[in-house]
C-alpha cells in the first residue's frame, strides 16, 4: 500500500515538491516499514522494505532507504569510505558538489572534515559557481564529491578538468554518473530538449548524456588516474541483498 502510494506520488509531482514533502516523511516512514530484511547502513535502521524510486516507467522498486533517502549509488559510496578509506576519521578539506539529503547533515557534523558545498543555485550550497568554469585556486581539496552532475552539464569533460585541477596532487574525488554497462560508447546530444524524448534516450527529463564503459577513459582524458572498485570482490551476494545495493554498479575513485 505504502510503494503503492509512493509510486504514484513519484509520478504526479515534481521534484522541487518531493524534496519538501522529504523531510516530514523521513519522520514517519522508518517507523512504518521498520523491520530487519533490509538494513541502511547510512543510518544504520532495518526496514521491512525500501521504497521505489525513478521516473516514468522506469521507476526500481525497493531501493529507497526512508529514513535517509539514501539510493543504492549511496550505500554503495558509504560502505566504500567506511571500508577502505579514511574519510571517516583523517582532517580532510572536502568540495561537495550537489550534496545529497542522506550525506549532507552527516558530512557538516564530522569534526575531521573542512567541508565546503557547492552548486549553481541551491540555498543550501555554501559556494554557488558553474562547473564548467570554477572559481578556485588549483589543488585546493583533499576530497572532491559530484555525483550524479556531469550528466546534466553541457560539456563534461570541462567539468571534469575542472574538479581535477582544484583537487590537491594525493587527493580523492568521487563523481558517479548513471552508467549503462551494455553500451561501449557515451552518448551525448544536448540539443535534444524535449523531455519525453530526453526520459527514453538519456533516462531523466533533464540529462543530456548517458554514459557508457568509456566513462573512466574520459575521466583519465581530463587529468585523473582511475581506479575501478566492484563491490561483488569483498561484498557477498547475500550483504547486498541486505543493503539493496545495484547488482554490477561500478565506483570510480579518482586521484591526480
Request: with cysteine; hydrophobic share 35%.
Amino acid at each position: 500500500m505504502i510503494s503503492s502510494i509512493f509510486r504514484f506520488v513519484l509520478k504526479v509531482i515534481p521534484r522541487p515538491w518531493l524534496i519538501r514533502l522529504s523531510y516530514p516523511a523521513k519522520a514517519v516512514l522508518p517507523l512504518l516499514l521498520r523491520g530487519n530484511r533490509y538494513v541502511d547502513p547510512i543510518d544504520g535502521k532495518g526496514y521491512r522494505k525500501f521504497l521505489p524510486y525513478g521516473y516514468g516507467d522506469r521507476q526500481r522498486p525497493n531501493v529507497l532507504a526512508p529514513g535517509s533517502l539514501s539510493l543504492e549509488r549511496h550505500r554503495l559510496l558509504w560502505l566504500y569510505l567506511k571500508r577502505h578509506t579514511d574519510f571517516f576519521t583523517a582532517p580532510k578539506k572536502m568540495l561537495h558538489v550537489a550534496p545529497e539529503q542522506c550525506f549532507y547533515k552527516r558530512f557538516r557534523k564530522m569534526k575531521n572534515l573542512n567541508y565546503v558545498t557547492a552548486d549553481l543555485e541551491s540555498p543550501l550550497a555554501d559556494l554557488k559557481f558553474d562547473l564548467h568554469d570554477i572559481p578556485l585556486p588549483n589543488d585546493t581539496y583533499d576530497v572532491i564529491f559530484c555525483h550524479h552532475v556531469l550528466e546534466h552539464v553541457q560539456d563534461d569533460l570541462q567539468c571534469m578538468r575542472e574538479l581535477c585541477r582544484v583537487l590537491k596532487p594525493g587527493g580523492m574525488a568521487i563523481m558517479q554518473v548513471p552508467q549503462d554497462i551494455s553500451r561501449e560508447k557515451t552518448f551525448s546530444d544536448p540539443s535534444i530538449t524535449d523531455e519525453a524524448e530526453r526520459i527514453r534516450l538519456f533516462g531523466q527529463y533533464d540529462h543530456v548524456r548517458v554514459y557508457g564503459l568509456d566513462y573512466p577513459d574520459r575521466l583519465r582524458e581530463a587529468g585523473f588516474e582511475v581506479k575501478e572498485y566492484r563491490f561483488e570482490n569483498d561484498i557477498s551476494p547475500e550483504e547486498a541483498e541486505k543493503y539493496r545495493l545495484m547488482v554490477g554498479e561500478r565506483l570510480y575513485v579518482l586521484t591526480k
